[in-house]
């Protein structure tokens, strides 16, 4: 895991879009308009709040104490969703148990999935939200009908077939998709394909706000920035005083800033002096993130916020493993949903992102890509070598011979 570049400061960990309203001094209060999440869907997010918070933990504990992290809990949700599709068994519980998708039917998470493809996009006229999903398989690899067919009425994706042989243009062609799906942000996602790599699943979420209330740029002032390390360096600080949904909760402040007609938000997470961003994110799950909600309330306080811009990669087979899905990283995964023609499992699963805050607002975009590849043979035990041979009863345990076979032979002497 690696951070590409940076600047700026640990609340981008504490980046997240949801459903909020805030005001500043003397403007306008209108209806919010924004999506209308079913029953089901408020139930998916519900559950899949504390993946949400897991992932970012996880993640949290691989990266050096002192870098940047920012992660789309969405993009990878999804990308696992399309993964999801063609897992059975072990490797489907497993997946579902780390995706918090306990006691929910993969018809319903592909309706909620579905539901999401066209609704993000959709919920406020305002901000640009931008949601795409790709397949690339190897020519001449069997993918099961059924699959395509579930995730391209799923999840729109796009599916291509390509000459893995020829490796360099399929490379460009898919690096290509993350760029034109995340306005040329995100341009480097695969660096190359392997003769075992058989299928590469893409999730592309890009996001562009500007701040309902946009910060004033001659309010911005160089502040000192206390780093992780003790020591201190200069940033531009967006500064704002007025009514905003805020929350003091024991070991933390909280803010949320509302970009477009409202329906999209930025919520700012600062920890307390004694505290640490580390023990925050240690401490947030989905309960605590709605008790926070409920405490926000809208009233007169100044904020600042520094300017930042991040590109962040992150590798995520631990992470995800950690999280309850080993299995669908080894020999022994069941992908049967995507091919009953060979054996396949995750090669890797990775997430690269962008933000940029500013006083006018916010861009952000992520790329998960998954790779799959076809399993190694089965181990072998070829007796080309000594060998020794037991026969037994199975229900005394008896052992009626033993043997060593030193030089096989195959008449009597």
């Known amino acids: 895991m690696r951070r590409v570049a940076f600047f700026s400061s640990t609340l981008a960990a504490a980046f997240f879009l949801t459903t909020a309203s805030c005001q500043t001094e003397n403007a306008p209060n209108p209806a919010q308009p924004g999506l209308k999440a079913t029953p089901q869907a408020r139930l998916f997010a519900q559950k899949t709040n504390d993946f949400s918070f897991d992932f970012l933990k996880r993640v949290n504990e691989q990266e050096k104490k002192d870098e940047n992290i920012f992660v789309s809990p969405l993009s990878l949700h999804m990308a696992l969703g399309m993964l999801l599709n063609g897992a059975a068994g072990q490797t489907g519980d497993e997946m579902k148990k780390a995706m918090h998708l306990d006691g929910v039917s993969l018809a319903d998470a592909n309706q909620t999935y579905e539901f999401l493809m066209q609704g993000l996009p959709t919920a406020d006229p305002k901000v640009t939200t931008k949601l795409a999903n790709s397949i690339w398989y190897r020519n001449g690899f069997s993918v099961e009908p059924s699959y395509f067919d579930a995730t391209k009425k799923t999840f729109n994706a796009q599916i291509s077939g390509e000459d893995f042989s020829n490796a360099a243009p399929v490379i460009n062609k898919i690096n290509q998709w993350a ?12 660096q190359e394909i392997r003769n075992d790599h058989v299928l590469f699943l893409l999730n592309a979420l890009y996001f562009k706000g500007d701040w309902k209330y946009p910060f004033d740029p ?3 002032v160089d502040a000192p920035f ?16 007025g009514g905003i949904r805020h929350a003091f909760r024991p070991t933390y402040g909280a803010f949320q800033l509302p970009y477009g007609n409202g329906t999209y938000s930025m919520t700012v997470l600062l920890p307390n002096e004694n505290s640490s961003a580390d023990a ?11 008790e ?20 962040y990669e992150a590798h995520l087979n631990d992470a995800l493993s950690q999280m309850g899905m080993p299995t669908a990283f080894t020999d022994g ?22 933000v940029a805050v500013d006083e006018k607002g916010t861009e ?35 052992v009626l011979f033993m043997g060593k076979i030193m030089n096989p032979q195959t008449t009597v002497q």
Not at 293 to 311: R, Y
Not at 338 to 345: F, V
């Open 218 to 220: 001659q309010k911005t």
């Open 179 to 190: 760029s034109d799906n995340t306005n040329g942000r995100i341009k480097n996602v695969i």
């Open 364 to 398: 952000a975009a992520a790329v998960t890509s998954i790779g799959v590849e076809v399993t190694s043979m089965p181990p072998s035990l070829i007796c080309d070598r000594p060998f020794v041979v037991l026969i037994t009863e199975k229900e005394t345990g008896s």
């Open 280 to 290: 925050l994110i240690n401490n947030l799950n989905a309960t605590e993130w709605a």
């Open 226 to 241: 206390k780093l992780a390390s003790g020591s201190s360096k200069h940033v531009r600080l967006m500064t704002m005083t």
């Open 292 to 311: 926070l909600q409920q405490s926000m309330k809208e009233t007169k306080v100044a904020i600042g916020l520094p300017k930042f811009t991040l590109e």
């Open 333 to 354: 995964a069941n992908f049967t949903g995507i091919s009953t023609k060979q054996g396949l499992k995750v090669s890797y699963v990775k997430q690269n992102t962008f």
